[in-house]
């Protein structure tokens, strides 16, 4: 006579985390963020932000350069002068507003390249030495520590003080400087990656390492490597304006946030709107790409991902109760 035990069912219903955890997999990126209120406000400013640069300069023309000295220094928030004069005028009697959404192309277009050039370099050498170890590893190690040994800034300013200031030798200079973030970062996850069991199965099957690399390394260590860029346009961005208020950075007539910041400086008491909006708009960028950097961390790492799933009451409870698990 056979006999068949059965496991008591258990009688403690599931969390809301272990619901949500299935659910996390499952659903899109793009509706994750928008449940998160800060992070959708976020994104949505990074690309009103990205469009402004792209798109505002050719539809100004030259209304960033035309000066009107019976209107310098006008105040902001006034429309006696046109939609353009909504934000003051400068000393020349330039349009705040026109000169903001020039400048905005120009520090795009040293942050954008300079972050990707950066993350291409250093994540390339370092998923190869990281997944070949030895002397590669310690070699491309030892580089990055020679870079980093110099102060970032203090590395530019020598730079750019040795050869003229432009904005290709300040994304040169922006570039080289933070190598080896990426480089050390993709260095310590390749590394890791390099022991698993689905890479040794690739390579006891005669997978070529570029293959390994490119098909099973670099699919893993992407996310990461693009929440590390999108926090490292912040700090390239304001390197590059704290450069341009130095003097060293981009040059007249060319103009970028930075440069009006330092452009405006002396006016603070009379026309402080010349260093104010472009000092906000600097905040305003980097802060929203902090925002999506922090959201894209735990979207894209699937032991976190479930907790964008819960509910916003269940998410805050989550977010308080964890420093109190770590601590017991």
């Not at 792209?54 to 902001?76: E, R, Y």
């Amino acid at each position: 006579m056979s006999t068949s035990i059965d496991k008591p069912a258990s009688d403690t219903p599931p969390t809301e985390a272990e619901e949500a955890a299935p659910r996390g997999s499952q659903v899109p990126l793009w509706r994750m963020l928008l449940r998160d209120r800060v992070a959708t406000v976020a994104a949505v400013l990074l690309v009103l932000i990205a469009l402004t640069a792209v798109l505002g300069p050719p539809l100004l023309g030259g209304s960033a350069t035309d000066q009107d000295l019976k209107n310098a220094n006008q105040a902001p928030f006034s429309l006696d002068h046109g939609w353009l004069g909504v934000l003051g005028t400068d000393p020349l009697g330039q349009s705040m507003l026109a000169r903001l959404i020039v400048a905005a192309r120009t520090t795009f277009s040293v942050a954008v390249p300079a972050v990707l050039f950066a993350l291409a370099v250093g994540s390339v050498i370092g998923m190869w030495a990281g997944y070949h170890r030895g002397r590669r590893e310690t070699v491309a190690m030892r580089v990055a520590d020679v870079i980093m040994s110099f102060p970032s800034l203090l590395m530019a300013v020598v730079v750019l003080y040795v050869f003229s200031p432009s904005v290709a030798n300040l994304v040169l200079v922006l570039t080289v400087t933070r190598l080896p973030v990426y480089l050390r970062t993709a260095r310590s996850e390749s590394s890791e990656l390099q022991s698993r069991l689905f890479v040794d199965a690739a390579r006891t099957f005669g997978t070529s390492s570029g293959a390994i690399i490119r098909r099973h390394v670099f699919p893993v260590v992407l996310p990461t490597l693009l929440t590390l860029a999108t926090l490292e346009f912040c700090y390239v961005m304001l390197a590059e304006s704290s450069l341009s208020f130095l003097g060293i950075g981009i040059q007249p007539p060319d103009v970028s946030w930075g440069l009006m910041v330092s452009q405006g400086r002396t006016y603070l008491q009379s026309a402080w709107w010349l260093t104010f909006f472009p000092g906000l708009a600097i905040v305003i960028t980097t802060v929203s790409a902090t925002v999506l950097a922090s959201w894209a961390r735990l979207a894209t790492d699937p032991a976190q991902r479930w907790r964008l799933a819960l509910p916003r009451k269940a998410r805050r409870r989550a977010a308080r109760t964890a420093p109190q698990e770590a601590s017991s």
